[in-house]
């Protein structure tokens, strides 16, 4: 594991498509933090995400982002991922042509300096698919093409178990998920946690968190983290949604009118499996 003691974002505006996302946004990440970041839909969660990552469609206007010191800004995607960050996909494209095992070895290798041998690979890509509860059929399938909503998700679960990463970021890895797919997912990033990863943690659903046990939870709304505190902010959220903040803060939030700004305490009883 590529383990990361700290994660340092300064000051950091993000534009996508010349509109202003990310408005000046601070967070400090520690080793061994599972952050809960809450936020009605539409207010730069997922654009934070994509700027960590290094998303060219996202583009840091000013401020910075440090991992251990050093600015990563200027670095590729695979530059930072082999500094140990990963993102898991809230829409996980479609990848024609590219075999999902085919994939999955090219990037254990290029996390190597050199290329893992066949019986390791196939030893610890069989344990990751029962860990996740996916065929191992999916191996001669085509990287995410024709997947269920559930299935692409746990996709994406069986990439972070084989990169082994020291900070993932998951976006609302539990949409689409059914009661018996969340459990299996938060118990893998339960085990994940335990070999030290941190997280940063994007969802509307409470029931996630509950089983991944949270350190600290941030909120964020227009383009900034308004709030940064316990995990006693997760409940807030649950039962008052964001008003709280507008009454508390004298922050006014607007709302998009087709979808929840406030936490769901149970998962969906119907959902792609």
């Known amino acids: ?51 960590i990552m290094g998303h060219p469609r996202y583009k840091i206007t000013s401020g910075s982002i440090l991992a251990d010191g050093e600015d990563i800004t ?8 082999k500094k140990g960050i990963f993102m898991a996909f809230q829409n996980p494209p479609e990848v024609s042509g590219v075999e999902n095992m085919d994939f999955f070895k090219q990037i254990i290798n290029s996390h190597r300096e050199s290329n893992i041998k066949l019986f390791d690979f196939y030893n610890k890509l069989k344990e990751a698919y029962q860990e996740v509860n996916l065929s191992e059929d999916m191996n001669t399938r085509h990287l995410n093409e024709g997947f269920s909503g559930g299935e692409k998700k746990r996709n994406e679960i069986l990439q972070m178990l084989l990169l082994n990463p020291g900070l993932v970021l998951l976006d609302e890895i539990d949409s689409g998920l059914d009661v018996d797919a969340l459990q299996l997912i938060g118990k893998a990033i339960s085990k994940q946690i335990t070999k030290g990863s941190s997280f940063i943690v994007i969802s509307h659903y409470a029931r996630l968190y509950s089983l991944i046990n949270p350190t600290r939870a941030a909120v964020m709304v227009d383009g900034k983290i308004v709030v940064d505190g316990g995990v006693d902010i997760i409940d807030k959220v649950d039962k008052q949604g964001y008003e709280w903040i507008r009454r508390e803060l004298g922050i006014s939030i607007k709302k998009e009118e087709d979808k929840p700004i406030v936490l769901e305490s149970c998962a969906r009883n119907k959902a792609v499996k």
């Open 1 to 51: 594991m590529k383990t990361m003691k700290q994660l340092v974002i300064k000051n950091l505006h993000v534009s996508v498509e010349g509109k202003e996302i990310l408005k000046g946004v601070n967070l400090v990440f520690n080793q061994g933090d599972v952050l809960a970041l809450l936020g009605p839909n539409g207010h730069g969660k997922s654009t934070l995400f994509n700027a």
């Open 74 to 81: 200027l670095m590729s995607v695979d530059e930072r991922s």
